[in-house]
């Protein structure tokens, strides 16, 4: 029984849900208290229930999500990725290709453009 407590994602989903309730609650506490209840504060232990209370109900009749995934899809992703991965590549390749062709022509510039008779200070 408690194995399959531990396999539901709804049970954790609800235990998360009441875990921060309850921490909601240990905050709305003090705020009431200090500032005596002013502003509607009274309210809000009432609310943190209400919201983990709503939360759980759609946590527990929403519908089951089916895992049911065709074999293929992880390679077919894989595929997807690999596809990436090889434009990337070729797009960086390219752009090493364009700077080298860049730096070619600077150095053609420089080497054919006379020497100025004033030097950089």
């Known amino acids: 029984m408690r194995n399959d407590d531990e ?21 709305s506490i003090p705020l009431i208290a200090i500032s005596g209840g002013a502003g509607g504060t009274t309210y809000l232990p009432v609310m943190a229930i209400a919201g983990a209370a709503l939360s759980s109900l759609a946590i527990w009749f929403a519908p089951q999500r089916r895992n049911e995934l065709p ?6 992703e894989l595929e997807d990725i690999k596809d990436g991965l090889l434009d990337i590549r070729s797009y960086v390749g390219s752009l090493e290709q364009r ?23």
Request: net charge neutral; hydrophobic share 30%; with cysteine.
């Open 7 to 27: 396999r539901d994602p709804r049970t954790r989903a609800t235990a998360s849900v009441w875990g921060i309730a309850c921490g909601m609650m240990g905050i």
């Open 71 to 76: 074999s293929e899809m992880p390679i077919r």
């Open 99 to 121: 700077l080298e062709d860049q730096e070619l022509r600077l150095r053609i510039t420089q080497a054919t453009t006379p020497p100025s008779d004033n030097p950089p200070q």
